[in-house]
């Protein structure tokens, strides 16, 4: 049952990123901006870059999540990785602010991500190395 951290890591992550796309559309309905458009009010911007960032970094973590839990440990993996998903929460309440807000959220995240790749690395490489 040790994979039961990383799931509910990866729920939860994918989750954040569900509400974060819902709320692209709710920012389209307020702000008047129909698709296909990407541009308009500020604060639809906003909230579609934070979508899209999400999308971009969470290709990066899920997959170093999961390396890290099994090559290290799951319980330090889904830490790490609950730590990245409160940097993503930061990242958006801060970027729909203002964008200069986002970055205690993004350094959050970043670093967390980072983590999960070292240690990926460091964790196959002790395998390969034995």
């Known amino acids: 049952m040790e994979t039961i951290y990383p799931s509910i890591v990866t729920v939860v992550a994918l989750i954040v990123y ?4 819902m709320n ?6 307020k702000y008047k ?4 458009a990407t541009s308009g009010d500020p604060n639809f911007e906003r909230a579609l870059r934070v979508q899209q960032n999400t999308l971009e970094q969470i290709i990066f973590f899920l997959p170093l999540l999961w390396l890290f839990c099994f090559y290290i440990n799951p319980i330090w993996g889904s830490g790490i990785g609950a730590f990245w998903i409160v940097g993503r929460i930061l990242y958006a309440l801060g970027y729909y ?11 959050i995240s970043f670093l967390s991500t980072l983590a999960l ?11 390969f190395i034995q």
């Open 18 to 21: 569900f509400l974060i796309t």
């Open 24 to 29: 692209v559309g709710r920012a389209r309905f």
């Open 33 to 36: 901006v129909m698709p296909p």
């Open 97 to 107: 602010q203002a964008a200069e807000k986002r970055m205690i959220g993004f350094a």
């Open 117 to 127: 790749l070292i240690g990926s690395l460091v964790g196959m490489t002790m395998v």
